[in-house]
């Protein structure tokens, strides 16, 4: 079935730091908010990284300079699999870059992390780095192993240098 990205990207002009997953699940796109099924445990590594709880989501990522979006625009793809993901369209990530101050990517999934390689890479000039995927289906992977890899979004968003 053919799906196209509802969601807004989330970043403001100081976001130093671009989250990029493959394309919002049925339920993100539902309920219009990012990483949004109960069993994703996206929100649940922000908190744990940051020490601090997340009320307000896009609150949460712009204070920390943080951007979030998809690297498709549309595709075809059955229920939420990334596995069945075709005929992708990619969104414009190099306009959103552009406007902020972003010199960190990384991709959460293989799909994610392939597809950026694949369309984006050469338009960005940012090596985007890979992250496990935080969807309950990657079951290989803990909370606690999840946190400790993600940790290094939070370390090089602080250590970053453009001004």
């Given amino acids: 079935m053919k799906v196209i990205h509802t969601l807004d990207p989330i970043f ?12 919002p699940s049925i ?26 709880p997340i009320d307000d989501w896009k609150k949460f990522i712009l204070n920390h300079n943080l951007a979030l979006w998809d690297v498709i625009a549309e595709c075809d793809i059955h229920s939420s699999s990334d596995r069945t993901i075709k005929n992708v369209v990619v969104n414009d990530v190099s306009s959103l870059i552009a406007k902020t ?23 960005t000039g940012i090596e985007g780095k890979y992250l496990p995927s935080t969807s309950s289906a990657n079951a290989s992977k803990s909370l606690e192993d999840l946190v400790e890899e993600y940790h290094i979004i939070k370390e090089t968003t602080e250590n970053s240098t453009k001004k």
């Fill in 101 to 123: 101050k972003i010199e960190n990517i990384f991709l959460l999934g293989k799909s994610a992390y392939d597809l950026y390689n694949k369309y984006l890479i050469e338009k």
């Fill in 12 to 23: 403001d002009e100081n976001s130093r730091t671009l989250i990029l997953g493959s394309m």
């Fill in 27 to 52: 339920k993100s796109r539902e309920l219009k908010k990012y990483y949004g099924h109960k069993t994703n445990r996206f929100w649940k590594i922000l908190e744990r990284l940051y020490g601090e």
